[in-house]
């Protein structure tokens, strides 16, 4: 669509074909090439699951399951289940932008063993029915944020993705114990990167909480 383009910046981090098995693939939406390029949706059959939202799955078909709002999925597998719930999301601010963006989700993880669930946010901007849904949970252990203020010429400084300081006021709002930051770089339309994120977390005094992820690297992240 004639200004909506993004040139991708960075290559996987990890080849495809060194992933190993996928149980499950939690798809925020698979309409936008950020969130699921060519590479990607090959690699969609061979998961366990693919949750995403209702449009999505219609489109993609085969293991894919959608979920709205509020709805949730078990995933079981040897060695425990992990409890999926869909959460909103808006892709942009209210009105039209967000409705030319469509229809994306976020997930609430649960499993056993786990003191405090995990918030994946997805591609969203702060709004009130998100905030809600997080005080019906409660406490949350570990917040994965999409980052990054997206924007596009053609609707010029509207953001579609929060920026550093939308998410540190998130963050101070919903008190999680650990934030980890996704989905800020590799593509042209991200406007903030990490060393931007870093200063406004700093200034905001939640700097301590964040745990940087390094592409290609394996991480461990609790709460």
């Known amino acids: ?54 449009a999505g799955a219609r489109r993609l078909g085969g293991n894919a399951l959608g979920l709205r709002p509020g709805e949730g999925h078990r995933l079981q597998r040897e060695g425990g289940a992990l409890e999926v719930t869909a959460m ?41 029915g998100l905030r809600s849904a997080l005080a019906a ?27 550093a300081a939308e998410a540190a006021a998130v963050v101070r709002e919903i008190d999680p114990r650990t934030v980890v930051p996704i989905h800020y770089e590799g593509w042209t339309h991200f406007k903030q990167g990490r060393a931007a994120v870093e200063e406004e977390f700093a200034r905001a005094g939640i700097g301590e909480r964040v745990h940087w992820l390094e592409p290609g690297r394996p991480a461990t992240v609790g709460a």
Do not use: C
């Not at 570990?142 to 920026?163: E, I, K, N, Q, S």
């Open 88 to 128: 909103p999301a808006r892709h942009g601010p209210p009105g039209p932008v967000a409705w030319v963006a469509g229809p994306v989700i976020g997930f609430l993880l649960r499993w056993e063993g786990e003191e405090l669930p995990w918030w994946i946010s997805g591609d969203t901007r702060w709004f009130g």
């Open 137 to 163: 949970v409660g406490p949350i252990g570990v917040a994965v944020v999409h980052l990054g203020g997206a924007r596009f010429p053609t609707t010029g400084r509207a953001r579609y993705t929060m920026d």
């Open 1 to 54: 669509m004639p200004g909506f383009g993004s040139e991708k910046t960075a290559e996987p981090a990890v080849p495809a074909g060194e992933l190993g098995p996928l149980d499950a693939v939690l798809l925020s939406h698979e309409h936008h090439f950020d969130n699921l390029d060519d590479s990607g949706r090959r690699l969609l059959p061979g998961a366990g699951a693919v949750l995403t939202t209702r």
